[in-house]
């Protein structure tokens, strides 16, 4: 991949990655105030934009896999962060989700 | 460290990390169904499997500190993602687990 | 960014997000133990520290963003995802606290 490719992919994968992180956080807002109708749409659109930053990850990761040279940046460092503890906030939403719906 | 050790080394690091998240989020799953009787078993395999994935980092944050070249590579960011993560998963099993345990 | 400025900036975001890692979680043991009127001043020097181990990794991130090199080293990437890690139990410290202030 050609540097600016490398670029250009996470800026994708840390603007998808802060859509759902906000969709996630904007959640567990919801939860807590009680208004457990919004919370699914939230989370449902959350993991739809963690699917499409997973995807420009992979891209990546294959590239290099297959021999290609990925620039490693301090961006696609951050974007890379940003998108794995994303990706732990999903993982654990449910049990956060949890605290109220079960108080 | 030659580039190879560093990416065998990474991958070690994402089955170790992954093996850990695994359990983590069984146990997880296994306090929300009411068999906390199997939760104790799954979180310390998951500090095992954290300890070794810990270990392996540790090699590579020692080798470069005492000079020594070590390629980064989208492959070792990602590894180092995947243990991190997991760690902070196993810093805050105890309050998720809690959620089930206090209801 | 010289080289050996961008390792002393990894080792600074180490230590500010170790700081605020520590209190943070501190502040889940004192809520479990019911201690609640230790928890805010807690939370809120994490804070501080986070504020200013995330100022570091901008200084990264605007020095590479103008151009200039910026050496990505195991201990930078190991650097950001303590940030990024512990700036997801910042996000989260709210709901992991309901958790004791519920039950």
């Known amino acids: 991949m050609q540097k600016e490719d490398v670029i250009n992919t996470a800026f994708e ?15 567990l807002n919801k ?9 699914d749409a939230l ?3 959350a993991k739809k ?3 499409d930053a997973h995807r420009a990850q992979t891209t990546m990761l294959t590239s ?13 460092v951050h974007a890379q962060d940003h998108l794995m503890t ?8 449910g049990t956060l989700l949890d605290v109220y719906r079960r108080n």
Chains 1, 2, 3 share one sequence.
């Open 13 to 27: 994968i840390v603007a998808y990655s802060g859509d759902a992180r906000s969709n996630l956080l904007l959640a």
């Open 31 to 39: 939860a807590q105030a009680g208004k457990f109708d919004e919370v």
């Open 43 to 45: 989370v449902e659109e």
């Open 49 to 51: 934009s963690l699917a």
């Open 64 to 76: 290099e896999a297959r021999g290609e040279n990925v620039d490693i940046t301090f961006i696609t």
């Open 86 to 93: 994303t990706l732990l906030l999903k993982d654990i939403i």
